[in-house]
């Protein structure tokens, strides 16, 4: 596999990255444990996702569960440092996440806290805005 450094912090991202933006609605959870664990096993580290999905369909009621799958994929406690994470905060007109609240200061920490809370870590390798 071959990685690239992000930028000058030393981290090194997989050239390929694991998708999730069905985890949760169209792939169950022993589904993306077992995802995860095959790129693992190939050399893919990088894990996109965000506090949106699942998308195909976007639903209030799923709305972050790619997240939760995630982080309740089995090895999170022990293996978290294996992956980058990047994960992303959900722009304006969304009105199920955060009520469709415009990017600001103070949603993307609130989009942090929660992303943090539903991934079950203490941290997140990238951040971007969606």
Known sequence: MKYNELGKSGIKVSELCL????WGSQ?????ANRQIEVSL??????LDTAEMYPTN???AETSGDTERVIGEWPGMKGRRSELVIATKVTGEGHSFVREGAPIT???IRLAIEN???????????????H
């Open 19 to 22: 998708g999730s933006m069905t």
């Open 27 to 31: 792939n169950s959870q022993e589904d």
């Open 41 to 46: 096993n190939h050399g893919i580290n990088f």
């Open 57 to 59: 369909p976007m639903r």
């Open 105 to 107: 200061a103070k949603t």
């Open 115 to 129: 992303s943090l809370r539903s991934l079950n870590t203490d941290y997140i390798d990238i951040y971007q805005l």
